[in-house]
């Protein structure tokens, strides 16, 4: 049988999502878990691969198992299993044609920035402290150029595999609570580090560096070199991942983490 699993985890102590010999990963910390509760060897495959110090509300990732176990007791044994910073939010049997990368629909992503003059001893591992004050407005006006179909190659990092630079950005919405900026980002998938390459611009127009128009320029030149830095993972959340309603997998809730 095949199940599904909603993940949560802290990326702050991990070398990313996927498996790497001798390092810590999301994926091998889940894979032990997984293979002792079901009592046999068993891959998980998510929807998405996250960097290193990148975090997620709700990775979706699937496995098939001979095991039989009611949903609840998949539940608490793995979490029984698993480190801290990592839990399962919720466990549903899907189709065998269900695939956690593949059948997905959307992807959405917040970034938050930390706006003040003072860093933060308990979120540095949490969001992008920028001391420099930065005008929301502007900033989504710099987004709202960038929606829709384009190539993103600018916004693409070197070592990205994706066959083709071309993506549709369905949401880039900025919004300010206090000394806190988030960005919600969604498409149907991204390319290696366009999350963060896109508030590598945004936030430049927002500190008044740069004019809202520059990052329909970098769109347009296709060149990463023209583009800003590519923003610190701790900020980045996988929020939610989107399936057809077929599957009637649970949705779930950034509270209190996202507001």
């Known amino acids: 049988m095949r199940i599904a699993l909603g993940v949560e985890y ?67 044994g793995l979490n029984s299993n698993l480190p801290h ?61 960038l929606l829709g179909q384009h190539d993103f190659s600018a916004f693409r990092a070197q070592e990205c595999q994706a066959k083709s ?26 390319l290696h580090h366009m999350v963060r390459n896109l508030l590598g611009v945004l936030v430049p127009v927002g500190e008044g560096k740069r004019q809202a128009e520059w990052a329909l320029e970098v769109l347009q030149s296709r060149d990463r070199k023209m583009a800003g830095v590519t923003a610190p993972p701790q900020g980045l959340y996988l929020t939610d991942v989107v399936y057809p309603d077929e599957y009637l997998l649970p949705t779930v809730s950034g509270f209190p983490v996202l507001w």
């Open 10 to 76: 802290d990326g702050s102590q991990f070398h990313g999502w996927q498996f790497q010999p001798g390092q810590r990963t999301v994926q091998s910390e889940l894979q032990k878990a997984v293979s002792l509760i079901a009592d046999a060897q068993t891959e998980v495959f998510a929807a998405g691969r996250t960097d290193t110090g990148v975090h997620a509300l709700n990775q979706v990732v699937h496995c098939d198992t001979e095991a039989m176990r009611k949903d609840r007791n998949w539940l608490l």
């Open 85 to 145: 910073d990592i839990c399962i939010k919720w466990v549903k049997p899907v189709p065998e044609k269900f695939n956690a990368r593949f059948s997905a629909s959307k992807r959405r992503y917040r970034y938050l920035i930390l706006n003040r003059d003072s860093r933060s001893s308990v979120h540095h591992q949490r969001m992008w402290w920028v001391y420099k004050s930065l005008d929301e407005h502007k900033m989504q006006l710099a987004a709202d150029l």
């Open 165 to 190: 630079p071309v993506k549709t950005l369905d949401k880039l919405i900025v919004t300010r609570r206090d000394d806190c900026i988030a960005v919600d980002v969604e498409a149907k998938s991204f």
